[in-house]
């Protein structure tokens, strides 16, 4: 029961996965969530080849954050399991098309809401007794891409997951846990892709060096 405990959504691809991979190579016990299975499958090989002494292992858990029924199922089992979270990385995200405002799809809209800040929102009253056990961390990632033009849904509800995180952040300031915000530097990812396409991405970081740079902070 020593072993430390992380939850990362958003665990099967870009920087979720990064910090799925670097948790459980560092000694972590990682609960990885996503909707792809693949992607969670693709994650667990490279933690298992990479033969590390005393690495951590993975709980692949192929769900959708939006579920909320699934999600108070997966919190109560890590309850049940490990008493409590000692780190939560939420990089669970949906990314829309570029978009101006007059041109928003209502659909899309709805979507993104559900995504980015209802099931974060949701998330939060679950996972915050969690890491109250343990005077757990929960990290956030803004993206300097909501709030400016052709952000559309993403943005806006991207925007508005981070202004929760922040109220979050400045409400436990005392009390705990501890609420990090992080902007992580330009990685080449499916997300940045749709709203810098043709970007030289050679130039940019690898999720890998990202994640690694943004655990040394917890």
């Not at 915050?128 to 033009?149: H, I, N, S, W, Y």
Request: glycine share 8%; aromatic share 6%.
């Amino acid at each position: 029961m020593s072993q430390k405990i992380a939850l990362v959504t958003g665990a099967s691809r870009g920087l979720g996965s990064a910090l799925a991979e670097q948790l459980a190579l560092r000694g972590w016990h990682v609960v990885a969530v996503a909707r792809t299975v693949g992607g969670l499958e693709d994650l667990d090989d490279r933690v298992k080849s990479a033969g590390l002494p005393g690495a951590g292992s993975l709980t692949l858990a192929p769900m959708d954050v939006t579920n909320e029924d699934a999600m108070r199922h997966l919190c109560r089992s890590v309850h049940d399991r490990w008493g409590g979270l000692d780190f939560w990385a939420h990089t669970a995200v949906r990314a829309t098309a570029l978009a101006p405002a007059p041109s928003v799809d209502m659909k899309d809209l709805d979507k993104s809401i559900a995504a980015n800040l209802r099931a974060t929102a949701f998330l939060i009253t679950m996972v915050e007794p969690l890491l109250r056990v343990k005077a757990g961390t929960a990290m956030f990632f803004d993206d300097p891409v909501a709030g400016q033009k052709f952000g559309g849904a993403y943005g806006a509800t991207k925007s508005a997951q981070i202004a929760l995180a922040r109220n979050w952040q400045a409400e436990s300031q005392r009390v705990g846990p501890r609420v990090l915000i992080e902007t992580p530097r330009p990685m080449p990812t499916a997300v940045r892709a749709r709203f810098y396409p043709g970007e030289d991405r050679e130039a940019l970081f690898s999720p890998r060096e990202e994640a690694a740079r943004l655990l040394d902070l917890i």
